[in-house]
Structure formats: C-alpha cells, structure tokens
C-alpha cells in the first residue's frame, strides 16, 4: 500500500527549529522527486522544497538560506530542516513523491510558530 507519512510537526517560538520528516513506502522511492509543499489558512499550496533523484535542490525564495531539505534512499525518507521560523512559515506541511505523472501526497503535518 503506498503511503507517505509526515511527522515533526508542532509549535515553535519565532528563531526556532523543528525538523519534518516523511515516511514513504510502497514504491520505489529512490526513483521519485521528493518535495514538501505548504499550505496557510486561506492561501493556495505551495512548494517550499524540492529535491530531485540526485539530490539537486531547490527552495521558495523565502525560505533559501533556513530550510534544507534531504533524503535518505536507505530509509525511504525526506526530510525537511527548518531553522529560524517565523509566524509567515505556519502552515500545513506536505510531503509529495512525483515521477512522471504519478503525484503522491502525505496527510500533513501542522507547523505553528508563534510566541
């Protein structure tokens, strides 16, 4: 059964740190783009961080310089490091594999920062 599963999430002070992960299984993960999309009340999703099967990255203007995004091949896992949050980064954060045609998306994850 495939599925993709986000974990991480929660409430940070601005300047914090959380680190998103995302649990893939029924597929063949390595062969996937992996990227996390985010949604905030009342705003159309977007991409935040996309890394490709040979890990070449790209990241919303916004967040260049404090989110790094990674994977692991070995553990069927994407990882998203935010540092330095700020109220404009609480959102739902989703986990997508893409290959081709074939779009997967995670349940979410809540990330609220506030003081």
């Given amino acids: 059964q495939l599925q993709l599963v986000e974990s991480g999430g929660g409430l940070v002070q601005p300047g914090g740190s959380l680190r998103l992960s995302c649990a893939a299984s029924g597929f063949t993960f390595s062969t996937y783009t992996m990227s996390w999309f985010r949604q905030a009340p009342g705003k ?35 990882y998203l490091q935010m540092n330095n949050l700020s109220p404009a980064d609480t959102a739902v954060y989703y986990c997508r594999g893409a290959r081709g045609s074939y779009k997967y998306w995670g349940q979410g994850t809540q990330v609220t920062v506030s003081s």
């Fill in 44 to 78: 159309e999703r977007e991409a935040v961080a996309i890394i490709s099967t040979t890990d070449e990255t790209n990241y919303l203007d916004s967040v260049k310089g404090r989110f790094t995004i990674s994977r692991d091949n070995t553990k069927n896992a994407v």
